[in-house]
């Protein structure tokens, strides 16, 4: 009879040969096409692309198939499967590790490379399609090379093994697995596409307009994507991890968030050069270094240099990423400098006050966070490889430095969507801003009031008050305007996603500065007060599988609704993972956590209790962010342009 056990390392590794040799022959085939403008080879670039997707498919099936089979002749199975493990985790299972998260990584994108061949197939003429689709290619190559070396699915595993630990236990005990992980490598690898049209405009020496028209909704659906990755990854921290926050500056959370940084200062940046021509080098810089910062964070998370509840384990993946990295920077800073003459801005800004000056100083703000992030980052590597002696770069160190630029960017974010081009006058100005001042002014009445205390606090209210006045009022204009269609575009989706940005911001503020905490010795039967609620041991409930055994202490809350805060035991690794339990709304958070050791027989039981406000508005301002995503990657009706000094630039560079 017919087995199917075994077949699938086989049918991987050769599906995974196939996806290296249609992405090695399609960079030869647009490299060749479009130096020799021949159209019958760049006809092959798109056979190519779908070849070597079709055949990342055929892999990650089989890596799945693997997986949900427990196929444990293959390594990769051997250390995250496990016959106890739930159906939805054991589909997880395949990008909770190194090897899995690699394949995903090389799905994603052969897929985009696809997309761009098959929009483009029209236009495989154009030189810098051509070498945007060669430099997509070379990419695929070196991931397949590191899918086939050393992060191999495949591999063959240690024989007689009949059952492995499944997944790290934080990666088995909450829905947004699934979501997270694959929602942040769209972002992440999404960034390619731009990075290619990137260099693509740099070897033609079209380094105009063009690429950016060609590469914007590209650019902001993958920023879109790695915002909402974070976000979801916020969210994961604070249903999983127990400690009742939402961000720890772990190294590998730096590590998404420090190419977003880069990310949303081209998304602002790009605009100036669409609009003025300006901001070049500074829209190039910012493209390759977001690119090269996921390349460099893929190397910090999955190299194993790093310690975090988030970091795989050790590997020799490491010099391959780090010497990617290096060629991507080495290559891409050549080319900028040799295209440095044809780089030089048309215009000039006029003056400060204005809205290119705001998006130039958003510009250095931003770049300056992700320089001392970054730095905050490795520098213990450094110390560590430089001196052989450990270093910790803490929370206060990131929050001391996050605290005055968040409030730079709301002060921007507040002035910048009332400024005009070129310059301001101060009658305009005043007349602009006497709503969004009394907004501002009004959030810190009311901040005063709900009894809200601290300079820092109190400082983020009112400039968010401001700001969101600011949004708020662009967003009156163009619904006055164009009805409902006004907020559809560009300008206008971005004032939705400073809106969720801003309530982002205020709900930061708010819970890290006004949580309360306090661990309560809880009996049966007897309640306990603190933080103005009651707080009520029901009873213990047990639950015992072959994965786990959980204990859960079911604590009423002001004498309704009881919550079930749990410690639960994972017989295959020994591990006590604290599960927390939490009663949300509008205004705060009831956040709890049962505290070890327990027992389902005992009477009593240490509860840690935790008040935090306004948590929801964190997640509402990302769903927010998102929705302004959406809304600015379609055009609205634009006006035609009255100054011809300030007109956008000709676009005779187009693709």
Same mark, same amino acid.
């Given at each position: 009879m017919f087995s199917a056990e075994g077949l699938a390392g086989p049918l991987g590794r050769g599906a995974l040969l196939v996806g290296l040799i249609g992405a090695f022959f399609g960079m030869f085939a647009a490299i060749s096409g479009t130096r020799n403008n021949d159209p019958k080879v760049m006809r092959l670039v798109p056979r190519f692309a779908v070849l070597m997707c079709v055949a990342t498919v055929g892999a990650f099936t089989a890596?799945?198939?693997a997986m949900i089979t427990r196929d444990f002749s293959l390594a990769y199975v051997q250390k995250v499967g496990s016959w106890s493990t739930p159906a939805i985790y054991n589909f997880t299972a395949v990008w909770s590790a190194l090897e899995g998260s690699i394949l995903l990584w090389v799905l994603v994108l052969?897929?985009?490379?696809v997309g761009i061949a098959v929009k483009y197939k029209t236009r495989l003429s154009d030189p810098m399609v051509g070498w945007a689709l060669a430099t997509m290619f070379f990419v695929s190559v070196f991931f397949f090379v590191l899918t086939l070396g050393p992060a191999n699915p495949?591999?063959?595993?240690?024989?007689?093994?009949?059952?492995?630990?499944?997944?790290?236990?934080l990666l088995q005990n909450h829905i947004l697995v699934m979501f997270h992980p694959p929602i942040l490598y769209m972002g992440y690898v999404g960034m390619t596409v731009p990075f290619a049209f990137a260099i693509g405009a740099l070897i033609t020496g079209r380094v105009g307009e063009g690429w950016l028209v060609e590469t914007r909704r590209w650019a902001l659906f993958s920023w879109g994507l790695l915002t909402l990755g974070i976000i979801l990854g916020s969210w994961w921290s604070y249903e999983v991890l127990g400690w009742s926050g939402v961000w720890a500056w772990d190294p590998v959370e730096n590590a998404s968030f420090i190419p977003w940084l880069t990310a949303?200062?081209?998304?602002?940046?790009?605009?100036?050069?669409?609009?003025?021509?300006? /901001?070049?080098?500074?829209?190039?810089?910012? /493209?390759v270094a977001t690119f090269s910062l996921t390349i460099l964070g893929t190397f910090l998370t999955r190299s194993g240099v790093l310690n975090s509840v988030h970091a795989f384990s050790d590997s020799d993946i490491g010099p391959f990423l780090l010497g990617f990295f290096a060629l991507i920077v080495v290559v891409s800073v050549g080319l900028i400098g040799w295209r440095g003459d044809k780089l030089r801005a048309p215009g000039t800004i006029d003056s400060p006050v204005s809205r290119e000056g705001a998006f130039l100083a958003n510009n250095v703000i931003f770049s300056v966070f992700a320089f001392v992030v970054l730095l905050g980052t490795v520098f213990p590597l450094i110390v560590e490889a430089l001196q052989n002696r450990q270093l910790v770069v803490g929370e206060p160190f990131f929050d001391q430095l996050a605290v005055p630029v968040g409030i730079t960017l709301l002060f921007l974010m507040s002035i910048a969507p009332v400024l005009p081009w070129r310059k301001a006058s101060g009658e305009l100005l005043s007349q602009r801003l006497f709503w969004p001042a009394w907004g501002g002014i009004g959030a810190l009445v009311l901040s005063l009031a709900l009894g809200a205390t601290g300079i820092e606090p109190l400082l983020t209210f009112m400039l968010g008050g401001f700001s969101g006045g600011a949004a708020l009022r662009q967003l009156v204009l163009a619904t006055r305007r164009q009805g409902w269609r006004g907020l559809v575009g560009r300008a206008n989706g971005g004032m939705v996603v400073h809106l969720g940005v801003i309530l982002i911001a205020v709900a930061l503020a708010a819970s890290n500065s006004f949580t309360h905490s306090q661990e309560l010795n809880l009996k049966q039967g007897v309640p306990v007060s603190f933080g103005g609620h009651t707080f009520e041991l029901v009873n213990f409930s047990e639950v015992v599988d072959a994965r786990r055994t959980?204990?859960?202490?079911?604590?009423?809350?002001?004498?309704?609704?009881a919550y079930a805060p749990a410690v639960t035991k994972f017989k295959s690794m020994g591990q006590n993972i604290g599960t927390p339990s939490v009663r949300t709304s509008f205004i705060k958070d009831i956040y709890l956590t049962l505290e070890p050791p327990v027992k389902a027989t005992s009477k009593s039981a240490k509860?840690?209790?935790f008040i935090k406000p306004m948590i929801m508005w964190l997640w509402i301002g990302g769903g927010l962010m998102g929705v302004g995503t959406l809304l600015a990657a379609f055009p609205g009706r634009r006006r035609r342009p009255t100054d011809p000094v300030s007109a956008p630039v000709p676009t005779e560079e187009l693709v």
């Open positions: 890596m799945e198939w052969t897929g985009l490379t495949f591999a063959a595993g240690a024989p007689g093994v009949l059952d492995g630990p499944g997944p790290n236990p949303t200062a081209y998304i602002h940046s790009v605009l100036v050069q669409e609009r003025r021509g300006m /901001l070049r080098v500074w829209n190039l810089s910012l /493209l959980s204990i859960s202490a079911n604590v009423r809350i002001d004498g309704g609704q509860i840690k209790v």
